[in-house]
């Protein structure tokens, strides 16, 4: 079996950003920019997730997933505010392949199956953020922000009954901290459902990639700042980012990538697939 | 190539906007239709699909497709099958029951044999990428002239899909891949009929130059 190494872009507005346990949203660029280089470096995927949609209930992702549906031939799942199934058919006209769903998910479960229905199970990722407390992880909404009282472990099997064909699993604790993926947790979620799981949430280190790949049966792995980061390191444009508003992020982000620096090894697409072939599992080459 | 149009046929299954943005994206023309005229007289024609067989032939025979296509494959130009669409050219499936296909190759669709029993390693639906090779000890050049010209063997493309075709005669597979316990048909061709049980508008440059091969065939 193939590993997909899969970049995800958090979005607000026009920006792609990137927070820490999902919140403290800092604007790093134009979305499809980054995503045309993860296509050109070897992506297998992309994740596009609207990080406030759900909040303001707006759908505003349509015209960004057009513009990077233009030049980009690789799956391209896309989350964020999605309702209904008129805003499923909205996301996949627009360019996406597949949609992500959690909070309307959790309020409406027969959104999945409906969608499953109409486009296809393979058209379905039921986006799940997990979160521990009291004991037990607890299926979050709203990126991370609402408590739902449902059981992880039950809520993935109600998913995958609906329909669900991927589980997209975010660790909430770890999200954006560069601690390294909950393994215990996707280990958990792979070995209980059938259809492929993307592990998400804290990669930050080689050596997180070589433990998920090593210690759980993750089909695909999910991962954000490195990426991001060597990105701004490498290719960002300062013509690109004068047109921006708040870019306070960008203006410092010498310091801020030293800040995060022992957190964070920022690492290309082609880095990430040399570790997982060292740990001994395949990749598309 | 710009004035070459390549017709896809819109038969309410699937995502077509893709298979067009990538058609765009090669320079040449898209157009959508679910008309049987344009169909039947198209220059290079797509049958897409994503979904359901039997369901997907429900809405061929609905919407009065399936003659057209047999019209156009008639005139001898070629058909590209995507996914669900190369499945839809064979005799039969056996997906959620019994369904009678184009029979425009004769052979069947049947699931990938169950892999494991905890599903660790080979999940079904098989979703990502997988390669291509040429059947057996084949030359070098064995894909020469096909949609596969100049595509390395070992070639990564992107697969979603928990049904497979098997031909009746092997020689029309041309290229195979392996799942779990199935080495199965990747890409099948039959005089002017081809198809593709992998997503070529998915594929990265590689499935790029599958429509740009196709577009000189």
Known sequence: MTIRIIPRLDIKGPNLVKGIHLEGLRVLGKPWNFAYRYYQEGADELIYMDVVASLYGRNNLTEIVKKTAENIFIPLTVGGGIRTVEDIKTLLRAGADKVAINTAAIHNPDLIKEGAEIFGSQCIVSAIEAKYMNGRYEAMTDNGREKTSKDVFKWVQEVVNLGAGEILLTSVDRDGTGFGYDLELVRKITESVSVPVIAHGGCGKPEHITNIIKKSNADAICASTIFHYNYLENYVNSEEFKEEGNIEFIKQKTNSIVFMDDRITKMGINDVKKIVTEAGAECRK | ?217
């Open chain 2, 1 to 217: 190539m710009k004035d070459q149009k390549i017709t896809i046929v819109d038969y309410g299954m699937g995502n077509l906007f893709s298979i067009e943005r990538a058609i765009n994206y090669i320079g040449a023309k898209a157009e959508i239709t679910s008309d049987r005229l344009k169909i039947a007289n198209a220059d290079k024609l797509i049958l897409p699909g994503v979904g359901a067989f039997g369901k997907a032939m429900d809405e061929l025979k609905e919407r009065k497709i399936i003659e057209a296509v047999y019209r156009f494959v008639e005139s001898k130009k070629p058909l590209l099958g995507i996914c669900l669409g190369m499945q839809l050219l064979f005799t039969e499936s056996f997906e959620f029951g019994h369904h009678k296909g184009l029979d425009l190759i004769k052979g069947r669709v049947i699931r990938f044999r169950d892999p494991d029993p905890n599903w660790v390693n080979f999940k079904i639906p098989q979703i990502g990428w997988n390669k291509i090779k040429s059947p057996g000890e084949e030359p070098w050049d064995y894909w020469k002239n096909t949609i596969l010209e100049s595509i390395p063997t070992g070639c990564f493309f992107y697969f979603v899909h928990s049904y497979i075709c098997v031909p009746e005669n092997k020689k029309y597979s041309i290229a195979e891949s392996e799942y779990g316990k199935d080495l199965y048909c990747a890409v099948i061709n039959k005089d002017n009929v081809w198809g593709c049980q992998f997503h070529p508008e998915k594929s990265g440059e590689a499935g790029l130059k599958i429509y740009r091969n196709f577009l000189k065939i």
